[in-house]
């Protein structure tokens, strides 16, 4: 019986380890993903920013050339 109890005991040390490892990596996952989303969320922020600055500098380039002609 003792050598049964040792296995067991053995097998609960193992599978709740891999429990622990499990949640851990589930837990990493989900903040990547989390960081992901705000990090694409930004992007299409800035890459609004920057359209709105080509625009401008196109209006700002027309109105100098023809304050220029």
């Known amino acids: 019986m003792a050598k049964n109890d040792r296995l067991r005991d053995a097998a ?9 490892m499990d949640r851990k990596a589930h837990q990493t996952a ?27 500098l196109n209006k700002s380039a027309k109105r100098l050339q023809s304050a220029l002609k």
């Open 12 to 20: 609960v040390k193992i599978g709740t380890a891999a429990g622990r």
């Open 30 to 56: 989900q903040k990547a993903a989390k960081a992901g989303a705000v990090a694409r969320d930004e992007l299409r922020l800035l890459s609004k920013q920057v359209e709105a600055l080509k625009n401008q």
